[in-house]
């Protein structure tokens, strides 16, 4: 599966930006679709996930800030992130998740940059 994410880029502290990332093609049920991010000389880390039904989760470092959404229709997901800080500066990985015959398998996207800095 080919995740094609976009919608990175540079902003300054307290601005906003959205991620879109959308999975080509039919996919599994029931799955996850999500995003999770690296900063330089870090761990990947999650930042919010979301099922193909049921609740999302999201970080706390992130929570009230970022919301995510989906759009199953599509295979989409989205990143709404608002009030920016320098510490969300990272790659953001697309993530798809589905579990064949009772295991997970992972699906990443190539990663955008976001960079927030003034």
């Known amino acids: 599966v080919q995740l094609q994410a976009s919608g990175g880029g540079l902003v300054q502290p307290g601005g906003s930006l959205r991620l879109a990332c959308i999975a080509p093609g039919n996919i599994l049920r029931p799955n996850t679709m999500g995003w999770y991010r690296q900063a330089p000389g870090q761990q990947r880390e999650l930042v919010a996930v979301?099922?193909?039904?049921?609740?999302?989760d999201i970080a706390d470092s992130v929570k009230g800030r970022f919301t995510i959404s989906r759009d199953n229709a599509k295979n989409a997901v989205y990143l709404q992130m608002n009030n920016l800080k320098p510490e969300d500066t990272a790659v953001y990985y697309c993530?798809?998740?589905?579990?064949?015959?009772?295991?997970?398998?992972?699906?990443w996207g190539k990663g955008t940059l976001v960079t927030v800095s003034s």
């Open positions: 993530n798809l998740r589905v579990w064949i015959f009772g295991h997970a398998a992972d699906y």
């Open positions: 979301a099922p193909s039904s049921g609740s999302t």
